[in-house]
């Protein structure tokens, strides 16, 4: 109860829906790779990190955070703690937002 309203006042008081993009039914998995501010991110970090083997454009049909992150880890050359680092850091901004 009392998370709950803690919740409401930092504005997650809305039906449900994600609070980046106010459109699709909010959950973990959306939060982390599906919507598409999340989506714009990784993008943004992709080009940054020059993470060239990663494709983010298939990430919204992974089933599964499990299956969206063993395909996202094997798939960059980058060290799997950096990326799990990385991925906690985005997914910590967008938390924020
Ligand atoms: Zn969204």
Known sequence: MQARNQNNKRG???????????????SVAHLFYKCR???RLWEMLKVW?????MDITTWP?????KDWWTRMSSATRVHRK???SLTMLV??????E
Not at 49 to 53: A, N, P
Not at 91 to 96: A, D, H, K, P, R
Request: hydrophobic residues 35%.
């Open 12 to 26: 997650w008081d809305n039906c449900g829906l994600c609070p980046l993009c106010k459109r699709e039914q909010e």
């Open 82 to 84: 950096a990326m799990a």
């Open 49 to 53: 990190l020059r993470l060239d083997t």
């Open 61 to 65: 049909g992974e089933r599964s955070i």
């Open 91 to 96: 997914s910590w901004t967008i938390w924020n």
């Open 37 to 39: 501010y999340t989506l």
